[in-house]
C-alpha cells in the first residue's frame, strides 16, 4: 500500500515566498483494505487542503474587495447620499414657500412629504454629520445620530435579554451593540466555567470515596499525552530535515543557497506545526518517497493524525477571522460562503444603491414638475401604507437567523416611515 499524490498537485501548493509546493498526500486503496487510521489520514489530509484553499481565496479576495469599496460601493453611495440631501432640501423648500395658484398641497400629502424628510433625514445622518441637515431634524421629528444609537441598543438589549436572560444584560455599561454582546459573552462563559468547575468538583469528590481518577482527568491525561506524542512525530520529521539541509555544511554557494531555502521553509512549517508540508520537504529532498507511508507504524499514524486535526482546526478559525470583516460589512452571515458569493452580494449591493438613486433622482424631477408632483405624491401614500405592515422586530430575527447569502440583502425602501419609540 503506498501513498499518492492527488492529480493536480497546486491545490496544495504552499504559498510561501520561497515558492514550495506541498503534495496533497493520501493512502490509496478502499473502507475494506486501509485502516481505520489510515482512512482518518486520508479524510484530514483533504479536509486540511480545502481549508488551506480557502483560506487562500479569502486572502486573495481581500484586495478586490478593497478595491471595490474604493471604487465603486463608496461613490455610489456618495452619490446616493447627494441625491437624498437635495430631496430633503427640495421637498423642505416645496412645504414652506408660498404655493403658486392651483398647487396648494393637500394635508394628506403635506403629511406625506414631512414622513418622507423625516426618513430620509435619519439615512443620511446615520452616515454622518450635516449642520444644516440637522436644523431640520428637529422640525421633522427626525432621529438624530444618538438618538437612533440608543434605540438601536435598547432594541438590542430586548432581544438579548429574550435569547439568553434578562441576567445576562443586567449591569452592563454599553454604550453600543457590541460592547453589549460583549458584556453578554463574558457573562455566559463565566456561568459556563462556574458550571464545569462545580461538575468537575462533585466529580472529584465521589471519585475521591471510590479511590480512582474520574472521566475528566483521565480524559485530560489521555489529551496531553496524545499532544505529546504527536509533537514528538513533528519534532523528529523536523530533526532529520535540519540535519539533512543546514547550509552551513555546504562548501559550494549555489547548494548552500538551495539548502537555505529550503531550510527556511523547513522551520516556517515547523513553526506552523505544518505536518502535511514537512512530509513533502522529505519527499522533494529525496528523504522518503510515495511509498513511506505504508510502512509507518499504526500508532504513529495516530499521531500524525492529532496533528492534522489541530492544523484543520487552527485553520478554520483563520478562514473565519479572514472572512468575517467582509461578510459582516455586506450583511452575510457566517454560512456556507465563498469568495465568489461575496463578490456576487456586492455588486448587488451596488446596484441596489444605484437603483435607489436612480429612483430619487426621477422623484427630484417629479417635485419640481406641479403635472407628476402629485402622482409622486399618491404613490408615496401608496408605499407609506405598505409599510405599515412591516414587523422590524420579525425582519431583525429573519436577519439574525438567515440561511441563504442570498438573502442576506434587502433591496432598499425609499418609504416607510421610522417612528420613535
Known sequence: MSIQPAAQQSLFESKSEEGGGVVALAVPGTAKTLSKSQREFNRLSGQVRRQREELQAWEAYKSRFQQRLAGELHPALSDLRAAQRALILR????????????????RRHQSILREQIGEILEDVLSEGEDAELEVLAATYDALTPEE?????????QEMIGEVFGADKVEGHEAEDIESLLKHVQEKVASQAE?????????????AARRGRPTKAELAAERKALAAREAGQSVREIYR?????????????????????????RTNDA???????????LQIEVEQIDLDH????????IRHYNEVLREQLHSL???VLDSAAPILMS???????????????????????????????EHDLKCIDDPKSRRALLDDMAARQDDDFDFDPFDALLEGMFQVAPSEAQPKPKRGGRKRRG
Open 91 to 106: 421637498m423642505h423648500a416645496l412645504l414652506t414657500r408660498p404655493a403658486a395658484k392651483g398647487e396648494r398641497l393637500s
Open 270 to 280: 515547523y513553526e506552523r506545526r505544518d505536518l502535511l508540508a514537512l512530509l513533502s
Open 194 to 206: 462556574q458550571e464545569q468547575r462545580r461538575r468537575e468538583e462533585q466529580a472529584a469528590k465521589r
Open 330 to 360: 455586506l450583511g452575510l452571515g457566517p454560512v456556507a460562503c465563498s469568495p465568489t458569493m461575496a463578490d456576487a452580494a456586492l455588486t448587488r449591493q451596488i446596484g441596489e444603491v444605484r437603483q435607489t438613486q436612480c429612483h430619487i
Open 148 to 156: 437612533r444609537r440608543r434605540m438601536d441598543l435598547e432594541l438590542a
Open 316 to 318: 478554520k478559525e483563520q
Open 293 to 300: 507511508m505504508a510502512g509507518v507504524p499504526e500508532e504513529r
Open 240 to 264: 532529520k530535515l535540519a540535519s539533512a539541509l543546514h547550509p552551513d555544511r555546504e562548501v559550494d554557494p549555489a547548494e548552500r543557497q538551495r539548502k537555505t531555502l529550503l531550510m527556511q
